[in-house]
């Protein structure tokens, strides 16, 4: 980089804007970001910010000063700061008549000189510059002084939110601008006057920077007014606007309430304007929407608290205000963007009036509650899908679903506040719709999507007028896209039909209700394109209903029986169903279940048999589907009272020598081996102990299986095993027999590749804890085995990965407290110098410190089990090594860190208290990490709190000391 620094970045920058190719630009942009570390890159700077130049050149060379500048500060004598002051200030006001991009960066580069030279070489920033830039107008002209200076105020504030200042030099710094803040307002006045436009904008940027960076909001008064008179200016209306938003989210407003008062009156007096640039379509109503909505949602919860009439007013008028911009015309997200802003206002006002005290929820509902009725009006008219001629394209159609989500879970609140109100105007608009002539769709799908969401809020008590909505639901005309929302909106009354399912499906009828929905989902189930939706609410409806169904279990078992036959019926759907059929089938009298269970698996299970041994590759998703069928059945579907052998199981016994092979043969297929997986372990939840038949070609099955091609799944298997048949003293062989071959094939995997498989790490130390935790003789009929385990969770406690850490650490700990054979207690006291070696180096910084508790634990457990060989061991290591990570040269923290060991275990919880205070009083006697460690090893010693947060401080100590 040596030779002529500025004609090579010149190149470069170049070849960085004009080289089409891409390897070339960014080699060019690593060599200019090593240039603006040279120390050349002062020279580069300012040769390459001469007038002459291009202006990517005099860019980069003013990006090279500001990185100097925040680097080599300190490096800089007195002299060269002030001259380097003196100069950034010629250069910015040359290019004061110049482009706007080189003339803001040179800006940046004044504001960041500042920052690093207040307090200690730069006092009376503010006022120095304004005296040096309106001096310089005489030459380089008022306007562009006047622009220099509203571009360099502007970005100054940003600039100090960017960098990260000590705790001493912030307050300098911010009170520095404080005390030039009156210059910079009048600054700003004259500049929001000014006919120019250009300047007026950037007069009105530097006020929004100047209150972002915290000006008292009282003392903005006359700005406020000025800003809100900007606002009939139309090219600044963006710029008022971003403003007067600045203002309301000002992280102190909530401390000026009068202020954010008088700006609401201010406002509410905007609605006027607004509906009539809404009716002309100008683009600065979105601007003034804007403002209103950042109102709202900062500060409506202090607005409402009040008991002041006017204010009140005041308030509902603001609250109008966002209904008409949530009523915005046209459609969304074609037509209009700004409605979607408003939904969650909505949610929070709703929020606000369901959340409040018992004593102010009345006063609240009988002062802004009505607008409710209207907003749920607005919403059902939002929320209609386009006209058939006018489709929205495919990006429009997700912001719209989008859209209609966000305004269903407003509506879930008004629905919550308002209760029988809705439901009355939902009847009503519901009616009305299918009265009008012609009858359009779009409106009747809109009144259905608003039903469906106000039902997550509808109370079990409330008879009145649901059961009209879902009469009158049951019996809409079929649709493609109502009909979709018509299943839905049956699904998510289903808590209520719990509650309602005797209800007559009409006035003085003896049908029920819940037989007629049931029908409709039922033939819903048939609309191949609406299968989906009308399976979902199928599923929620037996699952609230199940008990409720038994007299319509052989039509609903039927008709799914048959519809899950059928071609192009898909993997979901089949899914859904056989969810919906578990409930029914559950409450199904015993033989009818067991028919009905072979029924349903029956072309399951010959599919699965058929295609497992096949090696065609084409069929390959076909038996991925059926598995996935199969393990959603295995899971859901639980006869009561069987006195038979459970269908499940005969079901399994007919598939097991096609699971089997795939297990076997097909292993190296890990999406088919998790999914045959996934069903047997779906079996062992729903048979638990009847799994027993199948339990030893389970075994011989799922070895040969891990042995070929390891397996987390398998793992996971392997450990529902142990767990169900954990008592089974018959059973114990074949469990030993799949532990040693699990864990001589584990062991072989980790002594080449432990890196490479953390999933399987994780799930075999799961696998050990469980057999461990439920089984501990098991592992005690190999002492081999025993030992062999124990030693390699040791080793897991220095793997990387977090969980794998913390698995390691409870297996251990759970293996010494359950270690009750002489041969367990042997292997615990052969290996317990390497597992408080393992430990300690854990301790010291071995391990992320998120894991600390739970190795600590390790070490309580061995403490806990036999204390006087636990401090016998720590003493020992101690004196060999510092744990902390340093060799032990430091004599002193050894001493320590003994005396801390011998009092925490041999002392009781008076002397480590007694400790603790002398340790504070000398911790400055300490190395940091030693300090680091000394906690930590007290926590794992004498169970105090884990104090792994207080790295090396004094605070640190007396906070784990004190706490007890």
Not at 67 to 94: M, N
Not at 370 to 386: D, M, T
Request: with cysteine; aromatic share 6%; proline share 5%.
């Amino acid at each position: 980089m040596d030779g002529d620094i500025v004609a090579t970045a010149e190149q470069a920058l170049l070849t960085l804007y004009q080289d089409p190719d891409p390897a070339h630009k960014k080699q060019a942009s690593r060599w200019l970001s090593k240039a603006c570390k040279h120390p050349r890159a002062w020279e580069m700077g300012w040769q390459l910010l001469q007038p002459t130049r291009s202006v990517e050149s005099r860019f980069f060379g003013a990006k090279a000063l500001h990185l100097k500048i925040g680097t080599s500060w300190q490096e800089l004598s007195e002299e060269a700061r002030v001259q380097l002051k003196d100069q950034l200030l010629q250069y910015v006001a040359a290019a004061a008549g110049g482009e706007t991009v080189v003339l803001t960066r040179l800006c940046v580069v004044l504001a960041a000189l500042v920052l690093q030279a207040v307090p200690a070489d730069w006092t009376n920033v503010v006022e120095e510059c304004c005296v040096f830039f309106t001096a310089a107008a005489s030459s380089i002209g008022q306007m562009p002084a006047m622009r220099v200076l509203l571009i360099f105020f502007t970005v100054l504030p940003e600039e100090l939110g960017t960098v990260t200042l000590t705790a001493g030099r912030a307050p300098k710094l911010r009170d520095e601008l404080f005390a030039g803040s009156a210059q910079v307002l009048s600054l700003v006045a004259q500049a929001v006057a000014c006919p120019s436009l250009p300047i007026a904008q950037q007069g009105l940027r530097c006020f929004a920077a100047w209150v972002e960076l915290g000006l008292p909001l009282d003392e903005l008064q006359d700005h406020i007014v000025m800003t809100f008179q900007a606002l009939q200016n139309p090219g600044l209306v963006t710029f008022a606007a971003d403003a007067l938003v600045a203002v309301i989210q000002q992280a102190g407003s909530d401390r000026h309430p009068l202020t954010i008062r008088g700006l609401l009156s201010m406002i509410v007096g905007l609605r006027q304007p607004y509906v009539q640039a809404v009716a002309a379509q100008h683009e600065n109503a979105d601007d003034v929407a804007r403002i209103v909505l950042c109102m709202a949602n900062t500060h409506i919860h202090r607005l409402m608290d009040t008991t002041n009439p006017e204010e009140i007013q005041t308030v509902q008028a603001l609250l109008q205000f966002v209904l008409d911009v949530t009523n915005h015309p046209g459609q969304f997200p074609r037509d209009e963007t700004v409605s979607d802003s408003t939904v969650y206002f909505w949610y929070l006002f709703n929020d606000e009036l369901a959340s409040a005290d018992l004593e102010h929820v009345e006063y609240y509902c009988d002062s802004y509650g009505g607008i409710l009725l209207p907003v749920l009006e607005v919403f059902l008219q939002k929320c209609r899908h386009p006209a058939d001629h006018q489709p929205l394209d495919e990006e429009e159609l997700d912001e719209f679903r989008r859209y209609r989500r966000d305004i269903g879970d407003a509506v879930m609140y008004i629905c919550n506040v308002l209760k029988e109100k809705c439901m009355a105007k939902l009847l009503q608009c519901l009616q009305e719709t299918l009265s009008a002539q012609p009858l359009q769709w779009q409106p009747l799908e809109a009144c259905l999507h608003v039903i469906r969401y106000a039902a997550e809020s509808v109370l079990p008590e409330e008879r009145e007028f649901t059961p009209a909505i879902l009469r009158i639901v049951s019996q809409l005309p079929e649709h493609p896209t109502v009909s979709r929302t018509k299943y839905l909106t049956i699904g998510a009354f289903a808590e209520w039909l719990k509650f309602n399912a005797g209800l007559p499906s009409v006035p003085g009828s003896h049908d029920p209700l819940l037989g007629q929905l049931l029908g409709v989902l039922l033939r819903g189930l048939g609309d191949l394109p609406n299968c989906s939706a009308a399976a979902t609410a199928l599923r929620d409806v037996c699952e609230e209903c199940g008990d409720l169904l038994v007299p319509w279990v052989d039509d609903v078992l039927q008709f799914c029986s048959q519809v899950c036959q059928q071609e192009g019926i898909g993997e979901k759907n089949r899914c859904r169903i056989v969810e919906a059929l578990g409930k029914v089938i559950s409450e199904a009298p015993e033989t009818k279940a067991v028919e009905e269970v072979y029924k349903l698996l029956t072309p399951c299970i010959n599919a699965i048999s058929t295609i497992a041994p096949s090696p065609d590759m084409s069929l390959r998703q076909t038996l991925l589907s059926e598995l996935r069928v199969l393990k959603t059945a295995c899971f859901h579907i639980e006869p009561q009272m069987l006195q038979a052998q459970h269908p499940i199981l005969s079901a399994l016994e007919a598939v097991w020598p096609a699971l089997a092979v795939i297990l076997t043969q097909r292993c190296d297929d890990v999406e088919l081996v998790e999914d045959t997986a996934g069903c047997l372990k779906n079996c062992f939840r729903t048979l638990d102990q009847r799994f027993g038949p199948l339990i030893l070609p389970f075994v011989e099955t799922i070895s040969a299986s891990f042995a070929r091609v390891p397996n987390a799944c398998i793992l996971t298997l392997a450990t529902q095993a142990v767990i169900v048949f954990a008592k089974n003293d018959d059973l114990q062989p074949a469990l030993l027999s799949l532990l040693v071959t699990l864990s001589n094939c584990c062991f072989q995997l980790f002594e080449a590749q432990v890196q490479e498989h953390p999933d399987v790490v994780l799930q075999y130390l799961n696998f050990l804890h469980k057999v461990v935790q439920t089984n501990p003789r098991l592992l005690a009929l190999d002492p081999m085995l025993q030992t062999r385990v124990f030693q390699w969770a040791i080793s897991a406690l220095a793997l990387p990965e977090t969980p794998t850490i913390k698995q390691a650490a409870r297996f251990l700990c759970f293996f010494i407290r359950k270690a009750s054979a002489p041969s367990t207690v042997q292997i615990v006291a052969d290996n317990a110098v390497v597992l408080v070696d393992g430990i300690l180096r854990a301790i010291g910084g071995g391990v992320p410190r998120s894991t600390l508790d739970h190795t600590s634990d390790v070490l309580l457990a061995l403490k806990e089990t036999n204390p006087a060989a636990a401090i016998a061991l720590v003493t020992q290591l101690l004196q060999q090594v510092c744990w902390c990570g340093f060799k032990a040269n430091n004599h002193r923290c050894s001493i320590q860190l003994l005396d801390a060991a011998d009092a925490a275990v041999g002392g009781g919880g008076g002397v480590v208290f007694s400790f603790g205070q002398k340790i504070i009083k000398n911790c400055s006697l300490l190395c940091f990490a030693c300090v680091d460690f000394l906690l930590c090893l007290l926590q794992c010693l004498a169970g105090l709190p884990n104090t792994a947060g207080h790295r090396g401080s004094k605070e640190g100590i007396s906070h784990a000391f004190c706490s007890r």
